[in-house]
Structure formats: structure tokens, C-alpha cells
């Protein structure tokens, strides 16, 4: 998956629907569909979860990480999105943690 092909949905009016697990976390986390929005637009693909070989189920999606910096306080975010060509789907979204993640956000550390 590619951050374009992404951008392109969304100019495309691709629909983007939440996965009630991100909702909550959304809500826990003060984080809106305008940070979403804007992490897709702004952000950079940092993993690529590509469906495995035998996983055949039509709700499955190939999914990516995205690093972003939220607008209004340059907070760092990652953002999981799945997209098949005709559905975004958004999986979750959180503030990576330093204990988990190295100060660039896109390197995980060893555990």
C-alpha cells in the first residue's frame, strides 16, 4: 500500500469508515476524524501489514501505519488504515508511546 494510492481515495470521496474500537479510542484519546483526515494527508506510511496468503476473508484489508504530527499541537500520532480499493477503513489510532517506539515514532524498539 502506498500513502498516494490513500490520498487519492479521499480526494475520491472514497467512503472511510471507523472501526468501533478506533472510535473509542478516538473518544479516550481526544483525537477527531479531522486529525484522521489530516494524518492520511499529511502523514507517512512507516509499516505495511499486507494480507497474508491464506487469509481470504472479504472484512480483511491490507493495512499500514501511519506517522503523522497532528495539527493543532505538532503531537506526533499513528494511525492504522486498511484499504481495498473501495473502502478506508480506519483500525486504530493512538500517541506512540517512548517506551514502545524510538524519538523518530517510526522505529519500534526491541522487547
Known sequence: MNIED???AL????????KMHC?????ERDISRKDIIDSIKNG????????????TSEN?????????L?????RPIHVVV???GKKIIIISVYY???ERWYEDYKTRKEH
Not at 480526494?11 to 471507523?18: G, I, L, M
Not at 507517512?44 to 487469509?55: M, R, V, W
Not at 497532528?70 to 505538532?74: G, I, P, V
Open 6 to 8: 490513500l490520498r487519492k
Open 11 to 18: 480526494e475520491n470521496d472514497v467512503p472511510v469508515e471507523y
Open 23 to 27: 472510535l473509542k479510542r478516538m473518544m
Open 44 to 55: 507517512e506510511i512507516i509499516e505495511n501489514y499486507p494480507l497474508s496468503s491464506d487469509n
Open 60 to 68: 480483511s484489508f491490507p493495512s499500514c501505519l501511519i506517522l503523522s
Open 70 to 74: 497532528r495539527n493543532k499541537d505538532m
Open 82 to 84: 486498511g484499504y481495498n
Open 96 to 98: 506512540p508511546d517512548r
